[in-house]
Antibody, heavy 117, light 107 residues
Framework: EVQLVETGGGLIQPGGSLRLSCAAS????????MTWVRQAPGKGLEWVSI???????YFADSVKGRFTLSRDYSKNTLFLQMNSLRAEDTAVYYC???????????WGQGTLVTVSS | DIQMTQSPSSVSASVGDRVTITCRAS??????LAWYQQRPGKAPKLLIY???SLVSGVPSRFSGSGSGTDFTLTISSLQPEDFATYYC?????????FGQGTKLEIK
C-alpha cells in the first residue's frame, strides 16, 4: 500500500528556515514524480514544486530561490528545504506522489507550517 | 501562468440531484485536466484525470468532459459522501494551477 507521511511543520519566525520530510512506503521516492502542494488556511490549493524521477526540479515563482528539493534514497524520503520564510508561506503542505508529471495521485496527510512572529 | 476559473464557487444541492461544475482555462490546455475532491480536514483525492478518465475505485456517478478551455465535472446522483469541495487542475505547463474550488453543500 502506498503511504506518504509528512513531518517537520511547526511555528517559525519570518526569515527562518524549516525542512519538511515526506517518508514514503509502498514505493521508492525515486520511482515517482514527487510534488508539494500547499493550502493556506481556508484557501485553495497551490502547487509548490516537483522533482522528476530523473532529478529535475521545478518551483513556483513564489518560492523559487528560497525552497529546494532533495531525496534520501536510504531513508526513502523526500525533503523540502524552506528558507527565508514569509507569512504568506503559512499553509498545510502536502506531499504527493504520481506515476507522471501531470496529475497528483497519492497524497500525504499534510503538515502545517505557520510563519509568524 | 494559466488561470483556471471554476463556477459556481458554491452550490447547494440535495441527495439524488445531478450537479455540474464548470472549469475554464485561460488558454488551451488540450486534455491535461484533472478533478480533485477534498473533504473538510482531509487531503485532496484525485477523481478524474485527462479530462474524463476515472481513477480506479471512484464511483461511476462521477464523469468529466470538455476540451481546449472548457471542462465540466458532473455528479449524476449526489450521495451524502459527495458533499465536499472540488478543484480542477491543469497540467499543460508550469506552474501547475488549480481552480479556486467549488464547495458542494447540502440543501
Amino acid at each position: 500500500e502506498v503511504q506518504l507521511v509528512e513531518t517537520g511543520g511547526g511555528l517559525i519566525q519570518p526569515g527562518g528556515s524549516l525542512r519538511l520530510s515526506c517518508a514514503a512506503s509502498g514505493f521508492t521516492v525515486s520511482s515517482k514524480y514527487m510534488t508539494w502542494v500547499r493550502q493556506a488556511p481556508g484557501k485553495g490549493l497551490e502547487w509548490v514544486s516537483i522533482i522528476y524521477t530523473g532529478g529535475s526540479t521545478y518551483f513556483a515563482d513564489s518560492v523559487k530561490g528560497r525552497f529546494t528539493l532533495s531525496r534520501d534514497y536510504s531513508k526513502n524520503t523526500l525533503f523540502l528545504q524552506m528558507n527565508s520564510l514569509r507569512a504568506e508561506d503559512t499553509a498545510v503542505y502536502y506531499c504527493v506522489g504520481a506515476p507522471n508529471e501531470y496529475f497528483f495521485d497519492d497524497w500525504g496527510q499534510g503538515t502545517l507550517v505557520t510563519v509568524s512572529s | 501562468d494559466i488561470q483556471m476559473t471554476q463556477s459556481p464557487s458554491s452550490v447547494s444541492a440535495s441527495v439524488g440531484d445531478r450537479v455540474t461544475i464548470t472549469c475554464r482555462a485561460s488558454q488551451d490546455i488540450s486534455s491535461r485536466l484533472a478533478w480533485y475532491q477534498q473533504r473538510p480536514g482531509k487531503a485532496p483525492k484525485l477523481l478524474i484525470y485527462s479530462v474524463s478518465s476515472l481513477v480506479s475505485g471512484v464511483p461511476s456517478r462521477f464523469s468529466g468532459s470538455g476540451s481546449g478551455t472548457d471542462f465540466t465535472l458532473t455528479i449524476s446522483s449526489l450521495q451524502p459522501e459527495d458533499f465536499a469541495t472540488y478543484y480542477c487542475q491543469q497540467a499543460t505547463s508550469f506552474p501547475r494551477t488549480f481552480g479556486q474550488g467549488t464547495k458542494l453543500e447540502i440543501k
